[in-house]
């Protein structure tokens, strides 16, 4: 295989346009903002959401508020409205419950726990 070039270029002048190019876009790509914050390891299914709402806090994730919770989303008598996160608790069946937390960032954390007293993580999304 050979290399040919232009006619008065010389093969130097095109590495250095594509350095020049890689530059720009390695600068554009600083210039962007981070990624949004991923889910937590240590959210996994079947542990206890108490351990995992106090790791949570220490990751700089905080409930998401009361002022989230749509009306009806957690009837006033399950304990589980305790909870300021709390939306979408289901008072039937298993009991699942969204349990919604904001990273600094500003992205949505959903833990679908399970259960009455004793909740265990059962999901997990990003919003």
């Known amino acids: ?3 040919t070039q232009a006619p008065g270029r010389h093969l130097g002048q095109g590495l250095s346009l594509l350095a020049a190019f890689a530059m720009v876009l390695a600068g554009i790509a600083m210039t962007c903002p ?3 914050a991923s889910a937590p390891s240590f959210v996994k299914k ?5 351990s995992i709402r106090t790791n949570l806090k220490a ?3 905080t409930p998401a508020g009361e002022a989230l919770r749509e009306d009806g989303g957690c009837p006033g008598d399950d304990d589980r409205c305790s909870y300021s996160e709390a939306r979408e608790c289901s008072g039937t069946g298993l009991g699942f419950c969204n ?3 904001r990273h600094k960032d500003g992205t949505l954390l959903v833990i679908t726990a399970v259960g009455e007293t004793d ?3 059962h999901g997990k999304h990003i919003k």
């Open 59 to 61: 990751k700089q994730w």
């Open 119 to 121: 909740l265990k993580v």
């Open 1 to 3: 295989m050979t290399v």
């Open 46 to 50: 079947g542990a206890r959401y108490q």
């Open 99 to 101: 349990m919604v937390w």
């Open 34 to 36: 981070a990624s949004a």
